[in-house]
């Protein structure tokens, strides 16, 4: 699915250019209103007070320059954001390359917004700051800052650093989350300098280069290679091959689309690339919260899945049966050859139990909304779905719903077989 990056952008440039107006507009209007005072009504308060009204009119002034400027920023930021992130691109890029649209490249490579709240996004070769872009490949620090411990100022600051030098910076509120997406990135990312950038004080990027360098040297190269999403060794190449393994991703598509670890991907059986990375995420997920450990536990959870979503007529257990199996086999409790038998009794319950997509992805918004503890939540789980069911390209408008599941079956497990 092609990410709808130039909208979500624009919307995020124009939201801070409104705010920016709304500030000048406030200021200009208290000065006028402070003004029109003084010189009418308040004219005895300038003949007793003349140090203090001359003063409040100074500030005023000085608040509406103020204002005005930010404002002519925030209007330039909005004017030049397709150029800025052209040329943060075009660093990138091989000598004499040309890049007229940096959209059309990005909505192929992005897959996530890291957090509803904050402008970082992220791709399989691209990670995007506020309209400014840097290769993932190039990255070799990722730092994280309290700017209440050397300025005034509340913010978080998340910096990027690549090997030239060259660095993309953002500051974030407490309330998004500062440190968790600092983690995030840094655990995508497993072989960058990190911490905090005040510790790392005469470690510039290039000095976190050449150690980023010293370590991969020192590593053992999985016979695959490494993963262009996490950079981990990757533990087996489980690309999508057979029509039923893409229907067994769609039935638990919506999920995927709102996977909080923001790497799952619709090109690889069970919905995550094996890679050591995902493995770690995928034993995290299922030891907390769904207490799993092991394979006998991993399928007890998914047969009470099954028979309570039937029983209930429930899309959210029944959805969340063949999400258990991926997890399963991205953490390596089953193989890839028992996700296909065992999801195959959760398939035809989903199957029988609703006519299509839409149907099961209905029920699992009634389950959901019972289990969800946030709002926020509730409303980013409802607008992925929106966005699943208005794109061509998603799994529920190019996988059809009725399907002979028991031939395709079949077809995927001689497939496999004769890998």
């Known amino acids: 699915m092609r990410y709808p990056l130039k909208k979500k952008l624009r919307a995020y440039y124009r939201k801070r250019l409104l705010a920016a107006l709304f500030q000048t507009v406030i ?15 308040g004219v005895e308060l300038v003949d007793s007070f003349p140090y203090l009204v001359g003063g409040l009119s100074a500030l005023g002034m000085v608040g509406v320059l103020v204002s005005f400027c930010f404002l002519l920023v925030r209007l330039a930021g909005f004017l030049s954001l397709t150029g800025g992130l ?110 905090d950038a005040r510790a790392k004080e005469g470690l510039g990027a290039i000095s976190a280069y050449q150690l980023s360098q010293k370590v991969r040297q020192t590593e053992v190269y999985a016979p695959l290679g490494f993963s262009r999403w996490d950079k981990s060794p990757i ?56 207490e799993i450990r092991t394979k006998e536990e991993l399928l007890d959870t998914v047969r009470h899945l099954i028979r309570t979503g039937r029983t209930h007529r429930d899309g959210w257990q029944l959805g969340r049966a063949t999400m258990v199996l991926g997890f399963g086999y991205a953490g390596e409790l089953i193989s890839r050859e028992e996700l296909l038998e065992q999801s195959l009794d959760a398939a ?55 399907m002979d599941l028991p031939s395709l079956y079949q077809e995927a497990m001689e497939g496999l077989r004769n890998l």
């Open 27 to 41: 200021w200009c209007a208290a000065w006028v209103a402070a003004i029109e005072f003084f010189y009418g009504p």
């Open 86 to 195: 052209r040329r943060s691109m075009m660093r990138y890029l091989p000598e004499g390359s040309s890049l007229r649209d940096p959209y059309a490249l990005l909505d192929e490579d992005i897959r996530c917004q890291v957090l509803e709240s904050v402008d970082i996004y992220l791709g399989c070769d691209w990670v995007l700051f506020a309209g400014r872009a840097m290769r993932r490949d190039a990255i070799t620090g990722i730092f994280y800052e309290d700017l209440s411990k050397s300025y005034l100022s509340r913010k978080f600051r998340l910096q990027l650093a690549d090997d030239k030098g060259r660095t993309m910076i953002l500051d974030l509120r407490s309330k998004q989350s500062p440190a968790w997406v600092h983690r995030l990135l840094v655990n995508l990312h497993p072989r960058v300098v990190h911490g």
């Open 235 to 290: 533990l087996e190449d489980n690309h999508i091959r057979w029509d039923y393994e893409r229907w067994l991703l769609a039935s638990y598509s919506l999920y995927l689309a709102t996977d909080p670890y923001h790497n799952g991907d619709l090109a690889f059986a069970g919905g995550y690339e094996r890679t050591v990375h995902q493995r770690s995420v995928a034993l995290e997920v299922l030891g907390d919260p769904w």
């Open 348 to 402: 035809l319950a989903i199957q029988q139990t609703f006519s299509s997509w839409q149907a099961l992805f209905e029920s699992h918004m009634v389950g959901f909304a019972a289990w969800a503890k946030k709002p926020a939540a509730l409303r980013h789980r409802r607008q992925a779905l929106r966005e699943l069911l208005s794109d061509p390209g998603s799994p529920v408008n190019t996988v059809p719903f009725q």
